[in-house]
């Protein structure tokens, strides 16, 4: 069994509910952070599962943002972006939870994890039996399959004013690549829903969109059972 998890978003609560519910290694498919109380908590208990061998985490556009925003060896910071990342994108409750104002106290209380952050990986894949998968946090196009790993797995090099569709994109919501291999399962968040959809080609996963009242959610795979917290 993989459990894949949606979009976290700061709620340290529902992040332990489902863990705790989850059943083999964990694939969280990106957003872990913003919008809810404890992001500390949050980027602490993954980090940890990641360091223990349990989990694996795809990088989501809010991580791709504040990333762009404080910068990264080989790229400075983006003053504007900061601001609108803490303005728009539910940043302003990750400054409260570390309790820092500027993008620099913001670099200094994050610390490694920074670095940690910039490093996720936009693809991962893997297989439980004679099923494969692949988690996107967006998801992807209906075109050819490998151009679009072949640019993912640049990661950075994809890098400045343009939104990198894979990570942002809604559209990609019901798409899945012409030439999908038989028996693969295209694993995605970013677009919150009101229960999961879980088919054989296609996973949705995230149910919150990080908002107050809402429920985070896992699907056990390839048996399809879904876990809420």
């Known amino acids: 069994m993989t459990t894949f998890i949606g979009d976290v978003h700061g709620w340290a609560e529902r992040l332990d509910r489902v863990v705790d519910q989850a059943e083999g290694p964990l694939v969280f498919v990106g957003d872990l952070i913003d919008r809810g109380p404890s992001t500390p908590r949050v980027l602490d208990r993954v980090r940890g599962l990641c360091t223990a061998g349990r989990a694996q985490v ?3 556009n809010h991580e791709w943002q504040l990333v762009r925003a404080l910068g990264r060896p080989g790229h400075d910071g983006d003053d504007d972006a900061f601001a609108v990342w ?30 940690w952050l910039a490093d996720l990986p936009w693809v991962l894949g893997g297989r ?35 939104r990198p569709l894979p990570l942002f994109s809604k559209r990609h919501l019901h798409s899945t690549p012409r030439d999908l291999p038989r028996g693969t399962t295209l694993v995605s968040g970013h677009t919150p829903l009101p229960t999961p959809l879980v088919t054989d080609l296609r996973i949705l996963c995230d149910t919150s969109g990080g908002l107050p009242g809402r429920s985070l959610t896992g699907v056990v795979w390839p048996e399809g059972r879904i876990i809420r917290g």
Do not use: C
Not at 91 to 112: F, I, P, S
Not at 148 to 155: K, S, T, V
């Open 58 to 60: 795809i990088l989501g």
């Open 86 to 115: 803490a303005a728009g994108w539910g940043g302003d409750a990750v400054l409260k939870a570390y309790g820092v104002t500027t993008a620099e106290g913001l670099r200094r209380a994050l610390g490694d994890t920074l670095d």
């Open 128 to 162: 439980v039996g004679d099923r494969r998968w692949i988690a996107v946090h967006a998801g992807l196009e209906d075109g050819p399959l490998r151009p679009q790993l072949e640019a993912l797995e640049a990661r950075w090099d994809w890098y400045g004013d343009d």
